[in-house]
């Protein structure tokens, strides 16, 4: 095939040097009663297109009957052998990629993106540049998230470009629900471990006595022992009360008499008054019923709540935690972010707002009851578009690791709304109103305590009979914001309080993080409640 090429072939980036044989032999003719004549000399050609005309009239040549003699070529001039004159192919049906790229037909192109790619017929690599990366989104888009070692426009800013401190529009595209593959077993080779040949040091008798010693309870003396149970607080409760709880006089459908659980918040309740001396049973109403000492308020404030919203460990204690405590007879709401239109929700028609970065922004509920729980959602832009359908777990940003950089204006516009519904929205005939405890969980809430103190400092009437907590779900995860100028104005609260949430620490924990002059949101709920809590030691 180098026959086809030119001394200066377009598909090449270098002239191609043509070797010749040293004589020139004849062409074998086809099988007819015409003599055997010799080759055409080929004329050198100085492009593509000349050598397309030239190597056209080989065959037909080749072919004629009675043609005249022809003197063979100069030396000095390249001729085909044998064996490639007999694969030239003709120029009306190119046949390969050499003769295709002679005839003028282009040779395929690489994919864009594909990176180097190599012809067949030329081996020229060509060089295809990389598709490009998208865009970063405007830094007002509710797209936006926060980069490392690049400062996220601030509150400010964004109030001053768009009238707003926090993002509008669409941020994230839903997940595409994928089909879940079938797990296949795969056969693991088992190894012997190497016997350490080194003496293994004893643990101390401390440990062993609590790894392999006779369970005990902790608080030990605290609540009724059990000669069944002795696991943990609750259970032990439950067994007290197990012959104390009479059989059900309610029949199913077939005429069977219901059982009557003999665990769980009812049966721990039971318990309780026993502890206390009371009657464990009280029948009121054709209802068996627990006294308790004393009923309370109890708001929990949080970022997500199963089965609506949830990510992690903190939805799933939102959804088990605050109806156990309704089972005992405490009145009990929920306060979350409404990200996607719940069908169990409904609208409250109860309308106010808050002041955020000098702008009034709107607050509106959805409300469902469930399990003696009231589920109060907080109806805003900011959590019900950010996502274009279903939100799934991007709560906090389009993807695990990438947060929206308006994260710390969306959760401080909550906090301000979970007050109004706690002092203004009226539930069941009434409003839960400042005597109740409001409990706050992980950095998304932490902020409610604050703006307590702040409006009791201000007013000392408001909030009066309020009590705050902090519950602590993850440490890690702390909102780490950097400070920015006008923040104490944007969120309404005197300097003072900026000043003692604002850390020199890195934005990311680590020690060896870089560390910058930011703003510790989890800091402000342990600061300014009443009491910090962990959902374990």
């Given amino acids: 095939q180098d026959i086809l090429h030119s001394s200066n072939c377009e598909a090449c980036s270098e002239p191609i040097e043509m070797s010749s044989p040293s004589t020139t032999p004849a062409v074998k003719a086809v099988p007819s009663a015409a003599p055997e004549i010799s080759p055409k000399p080929v004329e ?23 043609a005249p003699e022809v003197k063979p070529a100069p030396k000095k ?3 085909p052998s044998k064996k490639e004159e007999s694969t030239v192919p003709s120029a009306a049906a190119p046949k390969t990629k050499t003769a295709a ?18 012809t067949a017929a030329s081996g020229v690599q060509a060089v295809v540049a990389p598709k490009a990366k998208a865009a970063p989104a405007p830094p007002t888009s509710a797209a936006a998230v926060m980069e490392e070692g690049k400062k996220p426009i601030s509150a400010a800013q964004r109030t001053a470009a768009t009238g707003s401190a926090l993002s509008s529009g669409i941020g994230a595209k839903a997940e595409v629900a994928q089909p879940k593959a079938k797990a296949k077993a795969v056969p693991v080779p088992v190894r012997a471990a190497p016997v350490s040949t080194e003496a293994q040091k004893s643990a101390p008798s401390s440990v062993l006595g609590i790894v392999s010693g006779k369970p005990v309870p902790a608080m030990q003396g605290a609540y009724p022992q059990s000669s069944t149970s002795s696991v943990g607080p609750a259970r032990s409760y439950a067994a007290a009360a197990a012959p104390f709880i009479p059989p059900s006089t309610a029949k199913t459908a077939e005429g069977k008499p219901l059982d009557v659980p003999k665990q769980g918040p009812a049966a721990v309740a039971v318990g309780r008054a026993l502890a206390a001396g009371k009657s464990p049973i009280i029948l009121g109403g054709g209802k068996a019923m627990a006294p308790i000492s004393k009923k309370f308020q109890l708001v929990f404030v949080t970022s997500e709540v199963a089965p609506f919203s949830k990510t992690g460990g903190l939805g799933e204690a939102m959804d088990g935690l605050p109806t156990a405590l309704a089972a005992l007879g405490h009145r009990v709401m929920v306060i979350s972010p409404r990200y996607d239109q719940y069908k169990e929700a409904w609208d409250t028609g109860f309308w106010s707002s808050v002041s955020l970065g000098g702008k009034k922004e709107q607050v509106h509920f959805f409300h469902a009851f469930k399990q003696k729980v009231d589920y109060v959602f907080v109806d805003h832009p900011t959590f019900l578009e950010r996502v274009d359908g279903p939100t799934g777990s991007k709560l906090y940003g389009p993807e695990w690791g990438k947060d929206f950089s308006d994260n710390q204006s969306r959760f401080a516009y909550f906090c301000k709304a979970a007050l109004v519904a706690i002092s203004d929205l009226p539930l069941g005939g009434s409003v839960y109103g400042d005597s109740c405890t409001v409990v706050c969980n992980d950095w998304h809430s932490a902020l409610v305590p604050m ?16 009590r705050t907590a902090l519950l602590c779900h993850n440490a890690v995860f702390q909102g780490r914001f950097e400070r920015e100028e006008g923040l104490a104005e944007i969120w309404g609260v005197p300097e003072r309080y900026i000043d003692s949430i604002t850390f020199k620490m890195p934005l990311r924990v680590g020690r060896f993080n870089e560390k910058v002059n930011c703003v510790n949101t989890m800091a402000a709920g342990l600061r300014y409640a009443d009491r910090a809590l962990t959902v374990s030691p």
């Fill in 44 to 66: 050198t050609p100085q492009s593509a297109g000349s050598l397309a005309q030239s190597a056209a009239p080989l065959a037909p040549v080749a072919g004629k009957a009675n």
């Fill in 77 to 79: 001039e390249p001729t």
């Fill in 451 to 466: 703006f307590v103190h702040a409006e009791k400092s201000a007013n000392p009437g408001k909030w009066a009979g309020t």
């Fill in 101 to 118: 790229l002679v005839g003028g037909t282009a040779a395929p192109k690489g994919a864009a993106g594909a990176g180097p790619t190599t």
